[in-house]
């Protein structure tokens, strides 16, 4: 029947019930608490998925690498840091804000529907290396 969900389909309310958390899995080699966190947020969505995905909630977290924003703005103006942050990165450039929104998509999506506990890593190769 046209317009109908198929039965394995996540009902809508569940849509609304998902968690998303944000970690940045490398953190930093001059910044060591900002590492220790984003590894906490790393190992709290695996947590967080393990004790919620029998309750039909996803909780998956998206990694970015280094994203153009306003936040980052002191580094790209840093001639020497930000040619040694572009080099690293196998793409070869910063993310724009949009790179990361397929993931978001993705994660927001019946697609990620058996996907719990995942850290989508989201940085043009950077892990990758």
């Known amino acids: 029947m046209p317009g109908r969900r198929p039965p394995h389909a996540r009902p809508r309310a569940r849509q609304d019930r ?18 220790a966190s984003k590894g906490g947020v790393a190992q709290l969505t695996k947590a967080l998925a393990n ?28 001639p020497v840091r930000n040619r040694s942050i572009v080099d690293r990165i196998p793409a070869g450039r910063w993310a724009e804000t949009s790179d990361i929104a397929g993931a978001v998509v993705f994660l927001c999506s019946p697609a990620s529907d058996y996907v ?13 290396r």
């Open 51 to 78: 004790e919620w995905a029998g309750k039909g909630v996803n909780v998956n977290a998206i990694a970015p690498g280094y994203v153009r924003t306003d936040n980052t703005a002191p580094l790209q103006a840093d």
């Open 18 to 35: 998902q968690r998303r958390l944000a970690a940045r899995v490398p953190g930093g080699i001059l910044v060591p608490a900002y590492a």
């Open 116 to 128: 719990h506990g995942h850290v989508l890593v989201v940085d043009g190769g950077w892990m990758g």
